[in-house]
Structures are given as C-alpha cells and as structure tokens.
C-alpha cells in the first residue's frame, strides 16, 4: 500500500494560485502512475490531471486545461499540482491518488490509494 498525505490547498481569489503536494510513503514511489480528483459540494468525484510513472505523459482534464500542471519528483515521492488563473468552480476537495501501474489512466476506478484530500476554495 502507498500512503498518500495531500497538502497546499486554501482560499485564494479568483485568478490566483495554488500549489498542491502529495506525498507517498510506504511502496516504491516511482513505479506508480498518479492523479488529482475533485469533488465539489453534491458533486461526484471527477478527474483533474494524471501524470505517468515516470513523468513523460500526462492528461488533464478540459476544464483545467492550459490552466493547471501536474508534476513529480520521485526522488521526494512526491507530486505536485500548480494550478493558476483559479476560478470559483475550481472550488472542491482535492485528492491525490496512486495507481499500481506506470501507466495513467483518467478513470478513479483504476486508482488504490487515496489521500484524504484537501480544501480549495477560490473566492470571487
């Protein structure tokens, strides 16, 4: 099992920015493709942005696209998710989770270990 400890998130205005961290512990890191979900008040969860094992690929969701980057360093175990020009539908809990594979999948049904997410909130 990969222990997931999400961090960064907070209130911020509409434009800002915010740098969310993930970080594992317990199994080797690196192998493992990783993804940011939200979910918003009376909302399910839906995919943000997934990176691969090794980084080369990632994905993003339409509505982040062009506005948020997800990022690892696995020599830290840790991936991040800078997002900018934050809009107050980006309000939502955040969780990073781990697949037990290097390849990312969009899909949270694919994912083993969650984080316990934390708070964004943009204000407008």
């Known amino acids: 099992q990969v222990q997931l400890v999400e961090s960064g998130g907070g209130l911020v205005q509409a434009g800002g920015s915010l740098r969310l961290s993930c970080a594992a512990s317990?199994?080797?890191?690196?192998?493992?493709?990783m993804g940011w979900f939200r979910q918003a008040p009376g909302k399910e969860r839906e995919f943000v942005a997934t990176?691969?094992?090794?980084?080369?690929?990632?994905n993003y969701a339409d509505s982040v696209k062009g506005r948020y980057t997800i990022s690892r360093d696995n020599a830290k175990n840790t991936v991040y998710l800078q997002m900018n020009s934050l809009k107050p539908e980006d309000t939502a809990v955040y969780y990073c989770?781990?697949?037990?594979?290097?390849?990312?999948?969009?899909?949270?049904?694919?994912?083993?270990?969650w984080g316990q997410g934390t708070q964004v909130t943009v204000s407008s």
């Open positions: 990176i691969s094992g090794r980084g080369g690929i990632t």
């Open positions: 989770a781990a697949r037990l594979s290097a390849v990312s999948s969009i899909k949270s049904t694919e994912y083993a270990s």
């Open positions: 317990g199994r080797t890191f690196s192998p493992f493709a």
